[in-house]
């Protein structure tokens, strides 16, 4: 594998605020932030993400030299590794929702934020944050949610699967590999076939999602027979 740096944090607000600062300050491509507790951890859409000890937090930078309109190849790249990684330790069947969480029968086991800066002519960096419910605890209301100790019944090691999980992206991210990461995303997705609602900024779209394009797009057909192709945006699926 190649190599990387990595940075471990005890306690942070959150990685991406700290890899950000990496970023910022010219840190190299592939440099990891792991933290055991984050104290303001964020979700996508402006959510909270709740980060308490045992589960694995980290976010990765990236500087890759690939057109803007490519970049989120990386996030699914990301939720594929992370469920192929699950399968391989643990022998757990994860299964991908649109646009990029990972989940056990209907329950989210992990989550995936990135961030993204562009310069001049191209992109200056993409962060791609991950949270992993391993050992965290996840409370009775929390009944969306998983941890891989709550399937196998035993403390699991983080490190062992973070390592493996970093083997498994930075394969799929090898660049002649990228137009293979949608296709091998889909084969694990249980979002095309779904009646879905997808919430965006301004509004809202009801109907069956019948494919992920190749920009990473949901393709949805409306009651009225309309295609819609949405490219970011919180998806709800009907037996939610
Ligand atoms: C989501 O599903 O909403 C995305 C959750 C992403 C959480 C991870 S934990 C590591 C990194 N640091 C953060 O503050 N967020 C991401």
């Known amino acids: 594998m190649e190599n990387y740096a990595i940075h471990?944090?005890?306690?942070?607000?959150?990685?991406?605020?700290?890899?950000?600062?990496?970023?910022?300050?010219?840190?190299?491509?592939?440099?990891?932030?792991t933290a055991k507790l984050q104290k303001n951890g964020r979700g996508r859409l402006e959510r909270k993400w709740l980060s308490e000890i045992g589960g694995l937090y980290f976010t990765i930078?990236?500087?890759?030299k690939i057109a803007i309109k490519k970049a989120f190849v990386y996030n699914f790249a990301a939720s594929s590794a992370i469920a192929e990684t699950l399968k391989y330790l643990f022998k757990i069947d994860a299964k991908l929702k649109w646009p990029n969480d990972v989940h056990i029968s209907g329950k989210k086991i992990c989550g995936i934020l990135s961030e993204i800066k562009i310069k001049e002519n191209g992109?200056?960096?993409i962060n791609i944050g991950i949270?992993?419910?391993?050992n965290n605890p996840i409370s009775a209301a929390e009944i969306k949610s998983v941890s891989v100790n709550q399937i196998t019944g035993q403390t699991e090691s983080k490190t062992k699967i973070l390592e493996t999980f970093l083997i498994n992206f930075q394969k799929k991210i090898e660049p002649n590999k990228h137009n293979k990461i949608i296709s091998e995303w889909k084969t694990k997705n249980i979002t095309v076939g779904a009646f879905v609602t997808v919430k965006t900024?301004?509004?809202?779209?009801?109907?069956?999602?019948?494919?992920?394009?190749?920009?990473g797009a949901l393709v949805v057909i409306t009651d009225n027979f309309r295609i819609k192709k949405i490219s970011h945006g919180d998806c709800f699926h009907l037996s939610e």
């Open 8 to 33: 471990k944090l005890d306690k942070i607000d959150s990685t991406m605020n700290y890899a950000k600062q990496l970023a910022e300050n010219g840190c190299k491509n592939f440099t990891v932030v």
């Open 61 to 64: 930078v990236l500087k890759p």
């Open 123 to 125: 992109i200056d960096y």
């Open 131 to 134: 949270g992993l419910n391993v």
């Open 201 to 215: 900024a301004n509004k809202k779209i009801e109907g069956e999602a019948i494919d992920i394009d190749r920009s």
